[in-house]
Structures are given as C-alpha cells and as structure tokens.
C-alpha cells in the first residue's frame, strides 16, 4: 500500500517567514494530494490540494507543489502570521477511495 | 461548521464494552470516510463507504464495523474495547464526483476507554 513520510514534525519560524513542509508517497499511482489544518482539540480542515496533472497550485500565501518524477509534494506558506501555528498534515490517494496520512509537522509561528 | 455531524461528542466507556459513532454526511455528499486519531498521532484511515456499499478498506481492526444506511448515515462499532482504542474518531465526507471530491471532515467523537 501507500506510504506517505512528511517532515519535519516539528517546525518553528518567525512571524512574516516562509515555512516549507515536506511529504514523499510511495504509490506512483497516487493521483490527489490534499493537505490539512488541525488546530488544538479540532477537526482537520482542508486549505489546498492538488491533483497529479498539476505541478503547482497557488492560494494566496498558501502553495503547493507536486514532483510526480519524485514523488514528493511540499506545501509553502510564505509571510507566516501566529494563527498558522498548529498541525499541518499531507496525505495522497489514488482515485478517492483510501487515503494516507503522514505524521504531522507541528508549526509554530513565534511573534 | 463543515457540514458533517457526528454523535456523541464524548463517549466515556470500560473495557470490554461496545459503543456505537454515528455520522451524518453534508447535504448530497454519497461517501463517508472514518479515521481513528490517537494521542498525537496522524490520522489513520478505517473504511469508506459510497451509497451504502463498502468501497475501500484500511487499517480497521476485525472488532470495528461500519455501515453505511439508505438515509446516507454511517455509523462505526467499537465491540471488546481495550484501552489502547481510546482516541478521537473523525468521519468526513465527500460528493464523489469526478471533478470534485474534497473530504470535509466532522467534529469528531472523543472515545475514552478506562
């Protein structure tokens, strides 16, 4: 099945940094790559995805970007503000039906 | 508020006893997926389910079962709890469509086994 790694678990940058979370799959048949939000005690909540016949995708200070050669996808988040501290999970599927997870990097926007 | 419910907020039980989490899907949404969250853990896949038809299946133990009912409700069975299943159970929910199929995940439902 599917392995998804993300890295690193921990993360702490300075407010108004960029910050960049790395994930490697090892399905090259993984064809959707969402990430999610989780704050404390809450429910994880999409900010962006992106699809295999994407390299990029771009929400205002939030990015995503897909090596299919690689197989890895990275979420970027430039001009950090404090309320982006919490976890940020990246998980792959192919086609919708079982998805997976990484770890979590835990991030931490210091003021 | 995504959309999707789940009940009871928190369920409180002892070994060896069986609960029952219930989901409610977003308005039109056909797929229900359920995740078990352990104490800073990643989110681990258990079973989705599409119009009342089991359609893929991960790490969900023999003592789990789901199921998924005409009115698009689902609903997880925890039977001999051990401790080790205490955790927060998240259900989500998607359209299923070809273009369009973002998960919207529930509140979650915090199981807590003594």
């Known amino acids: 099945g599917e392995n998804v790694e993300q890295h690193p678990s921990t993360l702490s940058v300075q407010e108004g940094d960029s910050a960049v979370i790395k994930c490697t799959y090892s399905?090259?048949?993984?064809?959707?790559f969402p990430w999610y939000k989780q704050e404390l005690g809450k429910r994880p909540q999409l900010i962006i995805d992106?699809?295999?016949?994407?390299g990029e995708k771009k929400d205002q200070r939030i990015a995503v970007t897909l090596n299919k050669t690689a197989k890895h996808f990275s979420l970027h988040i430039t001009e950090t503000q404090p309320e982006d501290s919490a976890v940020y999970f990246c998980a792959a599927t192919h086609n919708f039906n079982k998805f997976y997870f990484g770890s979590g990097t835990k991030l931490n926007v210091k003021p | 508020d995504s959309g999707v419910t789940q009940t009871p907020k928190h369920l409180i039980t002892a070994t060896g006893q069986r609960v029952t989490l219930r989901c409610s899907p977003r308005?039109?949404?056909?797929?229900v997926y359920w995740y078990q969250q352990s104490l800073d853990q990643g989110l681990q896949f258990l079973i989705q389910?599409?119009?009342?038809?089991?359609?893929a299946k991960g790490n969900i133990l023999e003592r789990f079962s789901a199921q998924q009912f005409p009115d698009l409700h689902s609903e997880l069975n925890l039977s001999s709890l051990e401790l080790g299943d205490s955790a927060l159970y998240f259900c989500?929910?998607?359209?299923?469509?070809?273009?369009?199929?973002?998960?919207?995940f529930g509140p979650g439902t915090r199981l807590t086994v003594l």
């Open positions: 989500a929910s998607s359209v299923r469509a070809e273009q369009t199929d973002t998960q919207y």
């Open positions: 399905d090259s048949a993984s064809n959707y």
């Open positions: 389910y599409y119009n009342g038809e089991e359609r």
């Open positions: 992106i699809r295999s016949n994407v």
């Open positions: 308005s039109g949404d056909l797929s």
